[in-house]
Nanobody
Framework: QLQLVESGGGLVQPGGSLRLSCAVSGFTLDDYNIGWFRQAPGKEREGVSCITGSGEITKYADPVKGRFTISKDNKSTVSLQMRSLKPEDTAVYYC???????????????????WGQGIQVTVSS
């Protein structure tokens, strides 16, 4: 059974940093690409970043380019380093498994096969 578990969320002041982790079980990162998504209150879930199973190809949504970095830590963990956080980054963050395309990752919610339970990130002074 595919499972994904997020950790590392919390409350941070504007301009601060947080590191989220997504631990997977029931499969390895050789089998799927991984994406980070977020959902703010009253808004649709949106893609933040994704990475191929090899760790070689990444993609970022425009609002987070230059501030967030996704990485493959090992065969079962993907991290999202978030810097220069803004109040508009406040949301529940989810990781999800994506099709194992090798030359790109698809940062679209409709392609997610399994979701984690989500973790709250709040950016506020």
């Amino acid at each position: 059974q595919l499972q994904l578990v997020e950790s590392g969320g919390g409350l941070v002041q504007p301009g601060g940093s947080l590191r989220l982790s997504c631990a997977v079980s029931g499969f390895t990162l050789d089998d799927y690409n991984i994406g980070w998504f977020r959902q703010a209150p009253g808004k649709e879930r949106e893609g933040v970043s994704c990475i191929t199973g090899s760790g070689e190809i990444t993609k970022y949504a425009d609002p987070v380019k230059g501030r967030f970095t996704i990485s493959k830590d090992n065969k079962s963990t993907v991290s999202l380093q978030m810097r220069s956080l803004k109040p508009e980054d406040t949301a529940v963050y989810y990781c999800g498994s994506l099709p194992p395309t090798q030359d790109m990752c698809i940062l679209r919610t409709r392609y997610v096969r399994s979701w984690g339970q989500g973790i709250q990130v709040t950016v506020s002074s």
